[in-house]
T-cell receptor
Framework: DGGITQSPKYLFRKEGQNVTLSCEQN?????MYWYRQDPGQGLRLIYY???????QKGDIAEGYSVSREKKESFPLTVTSAQKNPTAFYLC??????????????FGPGTRLTVT | DQQVKQNSPSLSVQEGRISILNCDYT??????FLWYKKYPAEGPTFLIS?????DKNEDGRFTVFLNKSAKHLSLHIVPSQPGDSAVYFC????????????FGTGTRLQVTL
């Protein structure tokens, strides 16, 4: 079955600790994305990557970092510099736009709680 | 600056009737629009999309209408079913090589019996 997996489903951390959220896809998609969702808000783009070893900041990149060493994987690190890290984090992937990719396919999400 | 707006946070519709969800956008460079459905604590699932060169796209019970001059799109669901109860997000993609999407804040649809 092709799809996107995110782990873990729920994550708890103490303030001041960095935490890495996992995202893996086996759809052979070139592009991958990280969003966060807060109550009453839409999905806001944190980082995206159109190709391996390259990524760009989204609208709310401060306090986050990513890497894209493999096509299948796009981990997100929430650093201690992120002021409000508690949120629902969603990973997505798509074909490249030049390949006709518009639809993004989402993983099940990770609920991060920082206390 | 909210480039994609869904001004109705919630909508309640009786089973069997039509649900109409609305979305407005401000960026004239958007050329592709999508609707996603989301259940709590799950990732959004793609529903239907429309290119800016069209004004209507239909897929079963779901139809999306695009009015470019008004920068407005709508999603019609007919007939509405209880399983349609979810949050619906409108999203837009701009011209360029990146497939970035800009999302609205969502409309919670409740289909009642």
């Amino acid at each position: 079955d092709g799809g996107i997996t995110q782990s873990p489903k729920y994550l708890f951390r103490k303030e001041g600790q960095n935490v890495t959220l996992s995202c893996e896809q086996n759809l052979n998609h070139d592009a991958m994305y990280w969003y966060r969702q807060d109550p009453g808000q839409g999905l806001r783009l944190i980082y995206y990557s159109q190709i391996v070893n390259d990524f760009q900041k989204g609208d709310i990149a401060e306090g986050y970092s990513v890497s894209r060493e493999k096509k299948e994987s796009f981990p997100l690190t929430v650093t201690s510099a992120q002021k409000n890290p508690t949120a629902f984090y969603l990973c997505a992937s798509s074909k490249s736009r030049t390949s006709g990719g518009y639809e993004q396919y989402f993983g099940p999400g990770t609920r991060l709680t920082v206390t | 600056d909210q480039q994609v707006k869904q001004n109705s946070p919630s909508l309640s519709v009786q089973e069997g009737r039509i649900s109409i969800l609305n979305c407005d956008y401000t960026n004239s460079m958007f050329d592709y629009f999508l609707w996603y459905k989301k259940y709590p604590a799950e990732g959004p699932t793609f529903l239907i999309s429309i290119s800016s060169i069209k004004d209507k796209n239909e897929d079963g019970r779901f139809t999306v209408f695009l009015n470019k001059s008004a920068k407005h799109l709508s999603l019609h669901i007919v007939p509405s079913q209880p399983g349609d109860s979810a949050v619906y997000f409108c999203a837009a993609s701009g011209a360029g090589t990146a497939s970035k999407l800009t999302f609205g804040t969502g409309t919670r649809l409740q289909v009642t019996l």
